[in-house]
């Protein structure tokens, strides 16, 4: 028999994803995101006047990451803009690609794009009490379209998943989310 892990509970403050138990803490910020945005000059501007701000973060209480268990996150991506494109997350495929996620979002509002390796693209909106299934061969983003407020979410993933964070930066996710006068416009 393998060794048994032990149950436990941790609190998850809904309205503001803070997970206090938390013992990572992922961080990306604008300097991290080189290479991801349509407009370069304009990430730049923005790591020179605002002292490269904070992008997003990813809060976790790991557990070991072997198939079997599930791996959960909180994930607070900053409103915001670079040029005219909304502030998004790296984006990834799992590494072992036959594996979905579940993203409950907590606040904010946004979309999730996704893609596959084929070509095949969709979106998703995100916003407070609403669920993103992310099926299997999926690579998945998240974007912030509000002026304001931070998109959070509560994420579940098979433990073994991985991250593949290569193919999207080398390849994109096919579709961009930018606020054109006044709209929100996927290109
Ligand atoms: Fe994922």
Known sequence: MPDIMTPFGLAIDLE??????????????????????????????????????LHYEVFELPVPPENGQLMYCISKLQPGQVGQEFFM?????????????????????????????????????????????????????SVNTDANETLVSFCVYPGDAGHNYGDIEREGLGKRVFQRGGDIVLE
């Open 16 to 53: 503001t994803g803070d997970m206090v138990a938390a013992t990572n803490r992922l961080v990306r910020r604008a300097s991290d995101m080189r290479g991801y945005y349509a407009d370069a000059e304009a990430l730049d501007r923005l790591i020179q006047e605002q002292d490269d701000p």
């Open 89 to 141: 997350t790296k984006g990834h495929y799992h590494s072992v690609s036959a594996t979905a996620e579940i993203y409950l979002c907590l606040a904010g509002r946004g979309y999730m794009v996704m893609k596959t390796a084929e070509g095949k693209w969709a979106t998703e909106e995100m916003m407070r009490g609403r669920m993103v299934y992310v099926p299997p061969h999926w690579a998945h983003r």
